[in-house]
């Protein structure tokens, strides 16, 4: 009986280890490729941001030309008639422009906020990973950082749960990662 025991108790590390090994895998590629994501997103915040430029060029532009509108009105050029339509043209062009920029503000706002979240939840699953030493020796350290409980079932079905299973669990939902 002490033999199978122990074969048993071998074959357990081995599976352990190994789905061990396969959820730190896990974490360092959903690591990465946010780390890909979030170079994406600085170049789509790059053009958001020269976009942002452009239109505030703009926006500058019509006060500019309004300001020149009512120079002119105040010299008598143009009549009151067309002061108003002329006015209330550069109002609207100015709050279209207005409302553009806000959108490419909330927009870049929006960009990093998830990203942010789940980068600091897997670097903390790496770092506990390269903190516990060597991950498949199994010491106690190792065990009590990675795993929250081991289930065996008499068919000899082992069931790991890992402490960090919600955060792969989170980028699988996400996308992030393949399920």
Same mark, same amino acid.
């Given at each position: 009986m002490e033999k199978r025991i122990k074969k048993n108790e071998k074959s357990s590390?081995? +599976?352990v280890r190994k789905a061990l090994e396969m959820q730190i895998g896990l974490a360092e590629q959903a690591l990465h490729e946010l780390q890909e994501n979030g170079r994406k997103a600085m170049a789509r915040f790059s053009v958001l941001e020269r976009q942002g430029?452009? *239109?505030?060029?703009e926006k500058n532009e019509?006060?500019?030309q309004r300001i020149n509108l009512y120079?002119?009105?105040?010299?008598?050029?143009m009549s009151k008639?067309?002061?108003v339509h002329r006015r209330d043209a550069y109002r609207e062009q100015e709050e279209? *422009? +207005?409302q553009q920029i806000q959108c490419l503000r909330a927009?870049?706002?929006? *960009?990093f906020q998830p990203m942010?979240?789940?980068a600091g939840q897997l670097q903390e699953v790496v770092d506990a990973v390269h903190d516990a030493g060597d991950v498949m020796q199994l010491s106690q350290t190792v065990v009590e950082t990675f795993i929250e409980q081991i289930e065996v079932f008499n068919d000899e079905r082992v069931a790991i749960y890992f402490t960090f299973e919600d955060v792969l669990q989170g980028q699988t939902e996400s996308g992030t990662i393949a399920p």
């Open positions: 590390q081995h +599976m430029e452009k *239109l505030s060029t019509i006060v500019k120079e002119q009105y105040a010299d008598g050029e008639a067309e002061f279209n *422009l +207005m927009e870049k706002e929006q *960009l942010q979240k789940e």
